[in-house]
């Protein structure tokens, strides 16, 4: 008998080591997949604070150039180890791809000339007549072209088919007119009002740009809303702020 209970005993031991063994090894799987995307993390800000550093001293550098007079010249050295370095438009544009979502999509943070930006890579820029909204898809470019009309402190008269003026694929313009009504309400189309752009002025690297027309018509006063997105090759229209006359 007290064989027995003494080898039951053995047994009770030799299958909670097993059970402790398991649970040990389980808990460490699970801290390492919890602990990867941290990892991933970490190491991905740490380049985004080298790529910084390094494109504010690149910064800093073309200004004491500049500030010598023209003429002046110098050699900057940097290296790139991650990511890709082009320049276009007068920009010095360095690209990274990460995992880790380090910055909000679609938004940039400005810091002097330098702008860190996530998936946003809209540009806009004014003219005497037009509001200009474009993105880039790889190596393919999208524009919206909208017509600008009075202001918000000076309203003038429009139709909602002169809103959009053209919009083009690789500078290829679209066929077709863009006619905007309310309930197909004739009435409804043509109005006192203005156009504006958020943001306003030339900007690029914007995660999103809308242009906003206001219209007062006879059957209803509202908002019609022409947003295009970064990577896009589309506009977006949303009807806001409707109130019935």
């Known amino acids: 008998m007290k064989k027995k209970f003494n080898s039951r005993k053995k047994g009770q031991i030799w299958i909670s080591a097993i059970i402790y063994t398991l649970v040990s090894i389980l808990a460490l799987v699970i801290i390492l997949n919890t602990g990867i995307p941290l990892l991933t993390e970490l190491r991905e800000r740490a380049v985004l ?8 001293e690149l910064d800093n550098q073309i200004r004491e150039i500049a500030s010598q007079g023209e003429g002046s010249q110098a050699t900057a050295a ?3 180890r991650d990511g890709k370095v082009r320049f276009e438009d007068n920009e010095f544009i360095w690209e990274v791809e990460t995992e880790s979502e380090l910055i909000s999509p679609k938004t940039s943070t400005k810091l002097g000339n330098l702008v860190i930006a996530s998936n946003a890579n809209i540009k806009t820029y004014e003219t005497a007549g ?7 898809i790889e190596n393919d470019t999208f524009r919206a072209v909208i017509n600008k009309f009075g202001s918000s402190d000076s309203w003038v008269t429009f139709n909602t088919s002169q809103i959009i003026e053209n919009v083009s694929y690789n500078g290829i313009n679209m066929n077709g007119t863009f006619t905007f009504s309310m309930n197909n309400d004739e009435t409804s189309k043509t109005g006192n009002g203005y156009t504006e752009m958020v943001p306003a002025g030339n900007n690029t690297d914007v995660g999103r740009a809308r242009v906003i027309a206001h219209l007062n018509t006879t059957f209803v006063e509202y908002d019609l809303e022409f947003i295009l997105d970064s990577y896009a090759d589309f506009l977006t229209v949303n009807v806001r702020n409707v109130e019935v006359n």
Do not use: C, Q, S, W
């Open 49 to 56: 604070e080298r790529v910084r550093g390094i494109a504010i």
């Open 78 to 80: 940097f290296d790139v």
């Open 130 to 136: 037009y509001y200009v909204m474009e993105t880039r």
